[in-house]
């Protein structure tokens, strides 16, 4: 008989609570080794390969059939949900504990497409102004070659969260 699998962490109100108890950079590296729960919208995009220091975040990804769209091609929306989530979990890493961002607004550039034969791909996210109520970043998806394939920049709205007991 073999043990049962040790079930992953669950992401949700636990979260909050947890990220308040902890500065942004534990938070994300502990996201990155998966000691924390891994926020769901990730697992569309199976990242690995995940590094963050204090204002910069870098995540690998392969994009592949599943994320492509009616036309034949990766879907903006893969590109989209690597470029926030960079920008915005480099700007997480600068916030002191208990404090949390929100996205005002990201904009996108796409500059090459991908397809599944695109290989891994490095989405790099670093922070341009960290400020006490709002924090800007940017964001760059290259290929294994160095080509760029994307880019974003942010406004993010910084606040204290909500005390948990």
């Avoid at 108890?21 to 938070?27: A, I, N, T």
């Avoid at 080794?33 to 995940?50: K, Y």
């Avoid at 290929?143 to 993010?156: E, F, M």
């Amino acid at each position: 008989m073999t043990a049962p699998a040790t079930p992953k962490p669950v992401y949700g109100v636990s979260s909050t609570a947890v990220m308040t108890s902890m500065p942004g950079l534990d938070f994300v590296r502990g996201i990155f080794a998966r000691t924390l729960p891994e926020p769901p919208i990730m697992e569309n995009v199976e990242p690995f390969d995940c590094t963050a220091e204090t204002g910069h975040v870098v995540i690998h990804s392969v994009p592949g059939l599943r994320h492509y769209n009616p036309i034949g091609s990766v879907h903006g929306g893969y590109a989209a949900i690597l470029l926030d989530s960079a920008m915005g979990l480099a700007v997480q890493t600068t916030l002191p504990q208990g404090f949390g961002y929100t996205t005002l607004e990201f904009k996108i550039s796409f500059v090459r497409g991908m397809s599944q034969d695109t290989g891994k791909i490095r989405t790099e996210g670093h922070v341009l102004n960290a400020g006490r109520r709002v924090a800007t970043a940017e964001a760059r998806i290259t290929d294994d070659n160095g080509k760029l394939l994307a880019h974003a920049t942010t406004t993010c709205l910084v606040f204290e969260l909500p005390k948990t007991t």
